[in-house]
């Protein structure tokens, strides 16, 4: 799809790839940040999806390869990624597209809500309580 008014101009969802999105933010972010280890999670990224267009990402998709970072050992250590990882990677794919809409005024990068892996959802840290702080049993 072609801008209404300016008919020569592609939006950035269908001239950009997600490898020159992830090129754009090593170059312009990575430097800032002191997390390690993000470099090696860019580069995952960019072997999974590098080549897919902007417009082409949602949700379901980011999905997809979230069970995929479960499931697969790391290229690292060889062995499987834990939760706190597996989020790691989840949360650094969600602040390039939000860099890429806030910072860099990238319109309608497709955000979405990224899913967050949890290991045990019906785990409970403390027991409920009432309002007068008594046990719920």
Same mark, same amino acid.
């Given at each position: 799809?072609?801008?209404?008014?300016?008919?020569?101009?592609?939006?950035? &969802?269908?001239?950009?790839? &997600?490898?020159?999105?992830?090129?754009?933010?090593?170059?312009?972010?990575?430097?800032?940040?002191?997390?390690?280890?993000?470099?090696?999670?860019?580069?995952?990224?960019?072997?999974?999806?590098?080549?897919?267009?902007?417009?082409?990402?949602?949700?379901?998709?980011?999905?997809?390869?979230?069970?995929?970072?479960?499931?697969?050992?790391?290229?690292?250590?060889?062995?499987?990624?834990?939760?706190?990882?597996?989020?790691?990677?989840?949360?650094?794919?969600?602040?390039?597209?939000?860099?890429?809409?806030?910072?860099?005024?990238?319109?309608?990068?497709?955000?979405?809500?990224?899913?967050?892996?949890?290991?045990?959802?019906?785990?409970?840290?403390?027991?409920?309580?009432?309002?007068?702080?008594?046990?719920?049993?």
């Amino acid at each position: 799809r072609q801008s209404k008014y300016f008919p020569d101009k592609l939006i950035e &969802l269908e001239k950009y790839t &997600l490898s020159n999105l992830l090129d754009r933010y090593q170059s312009e972010v990575l430097p800032k940040k002191k997390a390690k280890g993000q470099l090696g999670q860019l580069k995952w990224w960019k072997d999974q999806l590098g080549d897919r267009k902007l417009k082409s990402f949602y949700p379901a998709l980011i999905s997809t390869y979230k069970e995929k970072l479960i499931q697969e050992p790391s290229e690292r250590t060889g062995r499987e990624r834990t939760p706190a990882t597996v989020n790691r990677y989840l949360a650094l794919i969600s602040h390039v597209f939000t860099t890429a809409v806030k910072e860099w005024q990238w319109k309608n990068v497709r955000q979405g809500d990224y899913p967050k892996y949890n290991d045990n959802p019906d785990r409970r840290t403390s027991p409920p309580f009432t309002q007068t702080g008594n046990v719920v049993s």
